[in-house]
């Protein structure tokens, strides 16, 4: 890939900008323009050279545009670069002041006080987090941790670099017959492998042909140590979303023997999410992926063990000697004397036979952050209106030709929040089509046309469509939960005051997260009245562990 660019546009202090993002000179190629005008020709330059933009920084004060205009025009041209404005400090507060409103809507992505003086490393900090960012969800990898080799058409190949990138390792998907793709073959042959699609090739382990992601995830984890796991822990959580993960920091930093089990990659739903800009202390935001690995680094600091790939099938309550509970999976049992249910929730399915056949094949559950890179110069349809559908769409719409947001209902406004909403409206790429719903689909081998149903008429219309992310709104993952653990009419677990009267003790009702199975507790999406937030989920998963201490004390 050619050396991104980082754009400087200012007409009096481009100076002074070049001399602050001089520290980046070596990794991005910076180039300064002196006005609006003069960024669009830099920008179709470096286009033509062919060459990505990662950056575009203006000081708020342009010659020939207002400053979001410009933001505006840019973008058309660019709409994967990060947009950010760093005020020099006579106009800061006042450039604030009229421009903010623009940064809540989503015409740019942050604004900063120019630097007034050497190692202004906070000013730093959020650079690189804007590159950061980018880095992880627009370039190409430069490194590659994991390849795989597979033909077109195989869902599986997705599914495994969706759960590979959602763990941090860079990922390369190549043809069988792409140079690269030829020596991972001739590697496994030597290695004395059967070749079969797809091919995972690991850059310290060699090569393998997985039949599952599960497979690929305990190729990567179980010899941590997964499987060494024969004593009695204080307390196995199951499902490292926002809430397991957070039960993992507290329980075992207040001296717990603690063990997560993860049947997919860690960080749940949030870990799909490619922005989440309303979690307390990320003012600019923070991509799920990332905050999923740093809270997982966090955990193992204070000695979490994380078995990964490990799907619970059955919890057998009280069965264990002195009435530990036993949580079965595939790959063993797990003894505990405490259990958190955070298996938070799953997305509903679309229910049209010829869509499922398409999942893996331009069809997409849930935002997928690696299947957005491939929608360039597509028309992409997401089904949802709910804040996953929106970002979706955002995110999407930085590589897509079109995205529309189809959803049943007449408006976005009962489901949206509004700030989603409001960026939304402003991104000439995104429609929103109401009264809709998706009827059948089909293609050559993947994804090409849906047939739209209009809720009011019944009319059914072809369309073109090359993606289509479905994000339905949420069923619990409850399947594995025996009868004892209440659930509601929907399958959430209650806790505390919503369990039935009937099972409290003294006329007193269980604590807040406890459920009705003594020693056993529910935290995030999973828990019945639930807010469905990464802040609540992880507010409860904390909020569990005294409950916990409580119940283990002598
Ligand atoms: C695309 C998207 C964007 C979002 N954006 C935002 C946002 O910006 N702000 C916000 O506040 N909220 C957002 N949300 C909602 C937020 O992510 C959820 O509320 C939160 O993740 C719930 O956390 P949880 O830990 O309860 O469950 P989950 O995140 O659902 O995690 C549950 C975990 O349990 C695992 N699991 C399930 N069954 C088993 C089993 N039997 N054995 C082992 N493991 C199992 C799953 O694989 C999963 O990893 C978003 C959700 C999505 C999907």
Known sequence: MSTPVILLVSAKHADSLLDEFGRYARDY??????????????????????????????????????????????????????????????????????????????????????????RDEEFHAAITEMLSDWGQSVAPPVIETVRIVAPPGLPLTS???????????????????????????????????????????????????PSSVREVATHFYTHIGGDGITEVVDLAIVGAGPAGLAAAVYGASEGLNTVVLEAGAVGGQAGTSSMIRNYLGFPRGISGMRLAQRARGQAIRFGVRFLIGWEVT???????????????????TVTARSVVVSTGVAYRKLGVESIEALVGLGVTYGSAMSAARETENADVVVVGGGNSAGQAAIHLARFARSVTIMVRRTSLEETMSAYLINEIAYNPRITVQTCA??????????????????????????REAQALFLLLGAAPHCDWLPDSVARDDHGFVLTGRDIPAECWTDGLPPL???TTVPGVFAAGDIRSGSMKRVASASGEGASVVPMVHSYLAP
């Not at 059955?314 to 264990?320: N, P, R, V, Y």
């Not at 293609?443 to 072809?462: A, C």
């Open 512 to 514: 807040n997260l406890a």
């Open 437 to 462: 719903e998706v009827a059948d689909g089909g293609g050559e081998g993947r994804l090409d046309w849906l047939d739209v149903r209009d809720t009011t008429s019944g009319e059914v219309t072809r």
């Open 159 to 209: 599914e495994i670099r969706e759960f590979t990138e959602r763990i941090g390792m860079p990922t390369r998907v190549v043809r069988p017959d792409d140079e690269a793709g030829k020596e991972a073959i001739a590697e496994h042959e030597a290695s004395g492998g059967t070749v079969g699609f797809p091919l995972v090739r690991v850059d310290t382990r060699g090569t393998y042909v």
């Open 314 to 332: 059955k919890l057998e309550t009280g069965a264990g000697t002195e009435g530990h509970h036993l949580l079965h999976t595939d790959s063993g």
């Open 29 to 118: 190629d910076l180039r300064v323009a002196g006005s609006s005008a003069e960024a669009i020709e830099t920008i179709l330059a470096v286009k033509a050279e062919g060459a990505p933009i990662a950056l575009l920084v203006h000081d708020g004060d342009l010659p020939d545009s207002h400053p979001l205009l410009a933001f505006h025009h840019w973008r058309a041209k660019v709409p994967t670069a990060r947009r950010i404005i760093v005020a020099h400090w006579d106009r800061f507060l006042e450039l604030g002041n009229e421009l903010r409103p623009g940064l809540a809507k989503g015409k740019y992505d942050a604004h900063l006080l120019m630097p007034r003086g050497v």
